[in-house]
């Protein structure tokens, strides 16, 4: 079952009024506002594609968890991370998503694939 993105107000996300679901989109503009927790959450590529032209976003997968779609891989500072094109929340990343042992799959105009690995996800999940 593929999963729809949808753009909700992150400051709502950020307060706790609104508890997202999977396939809900935020913009982190607080993000912004220290330049080392930027540099710590957000990859060379949001550095060279997107700063100044958008706050990082953040994403619920399909399994539920939040993800930061500009993060470095591996949560490794400075290092590389994922290509994106598009407007939210008809965003698409290169290469596939992969949540070892929960989610694999892929984020194409705005819409999640199903688990490439075959793991069946229940169709309503609340982010952890």
Not at 23 to 48: A, I, N, T, V
Not at 109 to 121: A, K, M, P, T
């Amino acid at each position: 079952m593929p999963w729809p993105c949808r753009l909700v107000d992150g400051e709502k996300v950020r307060s706790g009024e609104y508890r997202p679901q999977v396939g809900d989109m935020w913009y982190m503009p607080w993000l912004l506002e220290d330049k080392q927790m930027l540099d710590f959450y957000c990859s060379k590529e949001y550095h060279r594609d997107w700063l100044g032209k958008r706050p990082p976003l953040m994403v619920v997968l399909p399994n539920g968890c939040k993800w930061i779609i500009d993060s470095p891989w591996r949560g490794d500072p400075g290092s590389s991370g994922w290509t994106v094109t598009g407007e939210a929340p008809n965003i698409t990343v290169m290469p596939s998503i992969n949540f070892v042992g929960s989610y694999h799959g892929w984020l194409q105009n705005g819409v999640f694939s199903n688990d490439v690995e075959g793991r069946q996800i229940p169709p309503v999940r609340e982010a952890s």
